[in-house]
Antibody, heavy 124, light 107 residues
Framework: QLQLQEAGPGLVKPSETLSLTCAVS??????????WGWIRQPPGKGLEWIGS???????YYNPSLKSRATIFVDTSKDQFSLRLRSVTAADTAMYYC????????????????WGQGTLVTVSS | DIQMTQSPSTLSASVGDRVTITCRAS??????LAWYQQKPGKAPKLLIY???SLESGVPSRFSGSGSGTEFTLTISSLQPDDFATYYC?????????FGGGTRVEIK
């Protein structure tokens, strides 16, 4: 059974960089046909896709976050990571990692397994 | 980007009611739509993909329909475990977007 687990600091100062890692277990991150994504949810609000990565390193980003977000993969550790630069209070959210099944093309699919999420607060 | 609009934003219903949630896309997305259920403090859970395909293990009282720009999620007989927030998500392009969510609360 595929499982994902987010890890990272729960508190980040404004203007600094948010860094999170998602550990994949129960399957290899190099599993053919899967992409790996980050989604966030501000307190009391809806879901926002941040970006996705394929194990080959191909990345896809939400246009609204593309200038600040970087996603990279470490296949030797079966994990992928998110860095979000120059954070503000608006980046305070629950951050989820999830596996994406690309049934309709490159990064075009749905999220079938999710991590439990990790709350990141941006505050001085 | 394709915008997804859900209605209503909140729905009050009783156990046993038939419930319908609507999701509209700003342009045609064929059948490339998924539905998720999220309970407080929990990660979303996939219910439906490809507009009408039921994810394994999801009760058959959940069903999805639609194509193009208008989609519906129906719960045929609302159960106590179904009180939650529901989101649609399109995957017609690589830039994925979710609807704003529909909260189903107890009447």
């Amino acid at each position: 059974q595929l499982q994902l687990q987010e890890a990272g600091p729960g508190l980040v100062k404004p203007s600094e960089t948010l860094s999170l890692t998602c550990a994949v277990s129960g399957s290899s991150i190099s599993r053919d046909g899967y992409y790996w994504g980050w989604i966030r949810q501000p307190p009391g609000k809806g879901l926002e896709w941040i970006g996705s990565i394929h194990y080959t390193g191909s990345t896809y980003y939400n246009p609204s976050l593309k200038s600040r977000a970087t996603i990279f993969v470490d296949t030797s550790k079966d994990q992928f990571s998110l860095r979000l630069r120059s954070v503000t209070a608006a980046d305070t959210a629950m951050y989820y990692c999830a596996s994406l099944v690309p049934v309709a093309g490159v990064n075009r699919g749905y999220f079938d397994h999710w991590g439990q999420g990790t709350l990141v607060t941006v505050s001085s | 980007d394709i915008q997804m609009t859900q209605s209503p934003s909140t729905l009050s219903a009783s156990v046993g009611d038939r419930v319908t949630i609507t999701c509209r896309a700003s342009q045609s997305i064929s059948i490339w739509l998924a539905w998720y259920q999220q309970k407080p403090g929990k990660a979303p859970k996939l219910l439906i993909y490809r507009a009408s395909s039921l994810e394994s293990g999801v009760p058959s009282r959940f069903s999805g329909s639609g194509s193009g720009t208008e989609f519906t999620l129906t719960i045929s007989s609302l159960q106590p475990d179904d009180f939650a927030t529901y989101y649609c998500q399109h995957y017609d392009s690589y830039s994925l977007t979710f609807g704003g969510g529909t909260r189903v609360e107890i009447k």
